[in-house]
């Protein structure tokens, strides 16, 4: 008696039977990572898919949840990433873990750069740090005697519209990295780029307080997916 294998609709769904040009695996072998869409390197990171639905529609959910935009797939969180069906809380980590190495990839170009040179340099590198954080975020750069970054702090994380930046902490580290001058930075979700007096009054208050310590403050910068504003190069410095 001849015995007919009847498949399964999760088996129809499955990658594995794929042809072998259109699994991304395969593809990525063959061709190179760049021959890949967004969705199919994401399947790569799923590793495999529901009863109804592959990895590859489980990743193009997850691009439409991201509007179809990296910089706003970097910007979800693991609890909204599981809000998918088929999308649990270790695929979730997985993408989170993908989009940070991402981030810090980028990032990494400019800490290879020995010298911070200007406030377009030092705001490419900040937009980068920022661009993922929906509530405001407050950092310092801490810079050795020939303008190179030796750390990059996050003093303080905030609300959608502000943060807190102390003082005492912020030069505290400065002793302890043996900075000679700083860079304060902070991020505006809204987009709007230009400072409020509160900005302009913590401005003065750090650049006062750091000269006990001979230390300069060289810029205050303010980061948007827009651009960026520079104290310096306002004159508000």
């Known amino acids: 008696m001849k015995i007919t294998k009847i498949m399964l609709t999760g088996e129809?769904?499955?990658?594995?039977?794929?042809?072998?040009?259109?699994?991304?695996?395969?593809?990525?072998?063959?061709?190179?990572?760049?021959?890949?869409s967004h969705s199919?390197?994401?399947?790569?990171?799923?590793?495999?898919?529901?009863?109804?639905?592959?990895?590859?529609?489980?990743?193009?959910?997850?691009?439409?949840?991201?509007?179809?935009?990296?910089?706003?797939?970097?910007?979800?969180?693991?609890k909204e990433l599981t809000k998918i069906k088929g999308i649990g809380e270790a695929k979730a980590i997985t993408i989170v873990a993908a989009m940070e190495?991402?981030?810090?990839?980028?990032?990494?170009?400019?800490?290879?750069?020995?010298?911070?040179?200007?406030?377009?340099?030092?705001?490419?590198?900040?937009?980068?740090?920022?661009?993922?954080?929906?509530?405001?975020?407050?950092?310092?750069?801490?810079l050795n005697q020939a303008n190179k970054v030796n750390h990059t702090e996050v003093i303080s994380k905030g609300g959608i519209t502000g943060t807190v930046a102390d003082t005492r902490v912020i030069l505290k580290k400065a002793l302890?990295?043996?900075?000679v001058s700083i860079v304060l930075c902070h991020n505006h979700p809204s987009g709007r780029l230009k400072p409020s007096r509160a900005d302009e009054v913590l401005t003065q208050k750090i650049k006062e307080a750091?000269?006990?310590?001979?230390?300069?403050?060289?810029?205050?910068?303010?980061?948007?997916e827009e651009g960026y504003y520079s104290f310096a190069d306002e004159g508000l410095l």
């Open 12 to 36: 129809k769904k499955s990658i594995k039977y794929w042809l072998a040009d259109d699994r991304p695996r395969e593809k990525l072998r063959l061709k190179g990572p760049e021959s890949l």
């Open 40 to 78: 199919e390197l994401l399947a790569i990171l799923l590793q495999n898919g529901t009863l109804n639905k592959s990895a590859l529609d489980l990743a193009k959910e997850i691009l439409q949840l991201g509007k179809n935009n990296l910089n706003d797939l970097g910007k979800l969180s693991i």
């Open 101 to 142: 190495l991402g981030r810090r990839r980028q990032a990494a170009g400019f800490i290879e750069k020995p010298y911070v040179t200007d406030s377009t340099s030092m705001a490419n590198y900040l937009q980068v740090i920022l661009k993922d954080y929906a509530l405001e975020v407050f950092i310092v750069l801490y």
């Open 176 to 179: 302890e990295e043996d900075a």
């Open 210 to 224: 750091a000269k006990y310590f001979d230390i300069r403050v060289l810029d205050h910068i303010i980061v948007s």
